[in-house]
Nanobody
Framework: QVQLVESGGGLVQAGGSLRLSCAAS????????MGWFRQAPGKEREFVAA???????YYADSVKGRFTISRDNAKNTVYLQMNSLKPEDTAVYYC????????????????????????WGQGTQVTVSS
């Protein structure tokens, strides 16, 4: 069983920055695709960003150019650097891991789908004030 622990959430003013971290208890972390999703109050959970095991990155249009996903395989950790934050970024942010290994990266649409991810963190709250 893989455990994912998010950290780094908090309250920030619009225009500010936060960096989320997700530490994974997985010996084969380097072969996992990792994703970040978020859920705002009263809304469905949505895709934010993903990084394949080859470090190709994918972003939702709403965060492209403002958020950056990265990974450090030596630390079994994935990060989400969030800049130029907006009130509409307020949500609980979830880290997710896809433990299925593919020798090649999948089509980008693969990484957007919640169902491909096998493990989920407990979530961390991000609140952006106007």
């Amino acid at each position: 069983q893989v455990q994912l622990v998010e950290s780094g959430g908090g309250l920030v003013q619009a225009g500010g920055s936060l960096r989320l971290s997700c530490a994974a208890s997985a010996r084969t972390f380097s072969t996992y695709a990792m994703g970040w999703f978020r859920q705002a109050p009263g809304k469905e959970r949505e895709f934010v960003a993903a990084i394949s095991w080859t470090s190709v990155t994918y972003y939702a249009d709403s965060v492209k150019g403002r958020f950056t996903i990265s990974r450090d395989n030596a630390k079994n950790t994935v990060y989400l650097q969030m800049n130029s934050l907006k009130p509409e970024d307020t949500a609980v942010y979830y880290c997710a891991a896809d433990a299925t290994y593919y020798s090649r990266d999948r089509a980008s649409s693969y990484y957007y789908a919640e169902e491909v991810y096998d493990y989920w963190g407990q979530g961390t709250q991000v609140t952006v004030s106007s």
